[in-house]
Structure formats: C-alpha cells, structure tokens
C-alpha cells in the first residue's frame, strides 16, 4: 500500500499488542475479537471492491484460525455514518462487503462461504481446506496471487486486472480416501473473470454511475456460478477426487453429501 496506508497499519498493530500483553499480563483468558479486521486502511480504495482481496481475505481467515479468536469485517456495507458523503460510483472502494445498493462484493462471497464450512477440520492445504459436518464434506480452495506487487497491482489501475490473470490458472486435485457409494457434489465457483462486480459491469458496458435498477441487475449476474453433480465413489475404499481449476483471485466451495435416494 501507500506509506500512509502502512505507517497507519504499524500504529494500529501495535496498538493491538498493546491490549493483548495488558490482557494476558492480567490473566484475562476470555475470547480475543477483532472488530475491525479489513485488507486496507485507506478510504475508497480499488481494492476493496476486488476479488484480490476476497483471497487475501480467505488466506487471513484460515492461517489465523484460533478457538477464541473471533474476526469481524470492517464493514459490512459501503454507507458508514462516519462518511458524510460518498462518490456517486457504486463501486468506488468503499470499506464494505456490499455497496450502498446490496450488491454484493468478491468480500462478500469470500465470507459466504468461509461460513459453509464445517466444524471439524480435516486438512489444511496451501490453497485450502478440508473439513467436515456429520456425514457432509465441505471444501474450500482458492488462489491468491501472492506475488511481488500484487497488493499494488490489485485493480488499482487500468490494466491491473488483465496483469494478474497473466499469471495463468492453476490445477489441483485433492483426493478424499475411504469415501464409499454415491454423493451429491454441489460446487459454487467464484471466478474473479465473470464474477466479479467490477468485471461484470465492463463486461456489460454499464456505467459507473447506476440507477437502482442497473444494480439490482449486477447484484443478480455477479455472484458465484453453481452445479451440481451425482458421482459415485471408487471401489474398494479408493473414495473420490475433486479438481479444480483455478484462476488469480478465485475460489470454490464444494459440498459432498451422502446420496440416500
């Protein structure tokens, strides 16, 4: 980020462990919140309304994961009454998971599915996790380009969306043993090329400025793509695999439930 934005952070962090030495100094054992848990510090940044920082979001959650640390989103829509006015743009990088219509941001669906998943956690990838609820198995992968600049890059410019798909996609297949008979695959797919607001607002020639018609219809386009499959499991305790195919800044939630009928 800019200077500004990282001298901002400094003073925050450390006012941070200021609070938790004094907590733990006196022995106050009680869950740990952080209320105002975001990417940035600065006000209307691209950033905030870019599918980079949905995986930047997801990378945080998952290698912070505590018992009795609990995060919250700094904020969940773009009206703040600490903001007296706000640009017309309704994408226009405001703090929120939604803009001031309900269109719901990369962020948004970020948190979507990190609250999917299951309480017992069964494996934790480099590109995501493995967990379970009963008999129903709940995957999470993502790409997050961690690369140099790539915070700078994210959607700051013109050509910074086109710059971090140049990356390319990656491929993995993640493969869950002892799995047997049928199951229900429902997967929900965020990929940041056609799902993204920002995305699908170019991609449509919409303008910046929107009535609220105009994003009530975005609302209804950028959101994750969904199917649903019927797969049966290999013999002999094989179980089943589970691909994905992921580009910069996407991710995908994948539900396994046992097929009864």
Not at 44 to 50: G, H, I, Q, T
Not at 107 to 120: P, V
Not at 139 to 161: I, N, R
Not at 171 to 190: A, D, M, N, P
Request: net charge negative.
């Amino acid at each position: 980020g800019t200077p500004s934005d990282k001298l901002l952070g400094q003073q925050y962090a450390r006012g941070l462990l200021k609070m938790v030495t004094a907590q733990l100094d006196g022995q106050l054992y009680v869950p740990f919140v952080i209320t105002e848990w975001n990417l940035t510090l600065a006000t209307f940044s691209p950033v905030n309304d870019s599918a980079f920082a949905a995986t930047a979001m997801r990378t945080t959650a998952l290698s912070c994961d505590a018992e009795n640390l609990h995060m919250i989103h700094w904020t969940l829509s773009d009206y703040m009454e600490e903001q007296r006015s706000l640009p017309p743009q309704e994408l226009h990088g405001g703090f929120g998971l939604l803009t001031v219509h309900g269109v719901k941001k990369p962020t948004y669906w970020a948190m979507w599915m990190l609250a999917r998943l299951g309480a017992e956690v069964l494996a934790r990838l480099e590109n995501g996790i493995v967990t379970r609820s009963g008999d129903t198995f709940r995957l999470l992968a993502f790409y997050h380009p961690a690369t140099s600049g790539a915070y700078d890059l994210a959607y700051a410019q013109a050509h910074a969306q086109n710059s971090l798909f140049q990356l390319g996609a990656i491929h993995q297949t993640w493969k869950l043993s002892g799995l047997e008979g049928k199951y229900r695959v429902r997967r929900y797919c965020f990929d940041a090329e056609q799902c993204d607001a920002k995305a699908v607002l170019h991609r449509c020639g919409m303008k910046e400025i929107m009535e609220a018609e105009d994003a009530a219809y975005l609302a209804q386009v950028a959101q994750p793509h969904r199917r649903e499959t019927v797969v049966q499991a290999q013999p002999g305790g094989e179980g089943l695999e589970v691909d994905f195919i992921l580009n910069p800044c996407s991710f995908e939630l994948v539900v396994l439930t046992p097929e009864t009928s």
